[in-house]
């Protein structure tokens, strides 16, 4: 593979809130799991800029304020903190730092869980834009981290309900990103024709 035609390198913001596993009463399983699926699911080199902090809306606005502004992460996922718990404070403080809010990705994670659990209603994942960064908030728990980002298959491999993560990477195109590039047996990136470059090999 020539350097030119190499896959952009991109730097990833991995977030997990948690006040029990911030400090120590147990292990972190949010950004194990981020990683995991992310690696799998990009051909592009990746970055990762990971951060484990407590529930507390001060805290997580700064964090991701750092990782957008002063990291340069074209994406920042968050896991944990988005239920209707007192200490449950991650969408406000997403919120609190966003330029633009992107609500379809709230609405698409909701259905998608909904396929799982009644209590799917219960969750407030947002999704917004600060400068050139995507941010989103996703479930604390890695199946549903997975679930969430490639979405439903049926037996045969085929897509029943789309993940979210399969927008992801037009929009960061949108707003001046590195162009994401998905391996499709993790999550196919839907982009318009005009803005596809030619599919690379799985």
Known sequence: MTEANA????????????????????????LPAL???????????????ARLIPD??????????????????ALVLTTGGTGPALRDVTPEATLAVAHKEMPGFGEQMRQISLKFVPTAILSRQVAVIR??????????????IQETLSGLK???????????FAAVPYCIDL???PYLETRDSVCAAFRPKNAQRPPRAA
């Open 7 to 30: 896959p952009a390198p991109v730097r990833i913001g991995i977030v997990s809130i948690s006040d029990r596993a911030a400090t120590g009463v147990y292990e972190d399983k949010g």
């Open 35 to 49: 990683q995991d699926w992310l690696s799998q699911a990009l051909h592009n080199p990746i970055e990762f800029v």
């Open 56 to 73: 507390e809306v001060e805290r997580i606005s700064a964090t991701l304020v750092e990782l957008c502004d002063q990291a340069g992460c």
């Open 131 to 144: 400068g050139q960064s995507l941010i989103i908030n996703l479930p604390g728990q890695p199946k549903s």
């Open 154 to 164: 049926a037996q045969d491999g085929s897509q029943i309900v789309p993940g979210i």
């Open 175 to 177: 707003i001046g990103g």
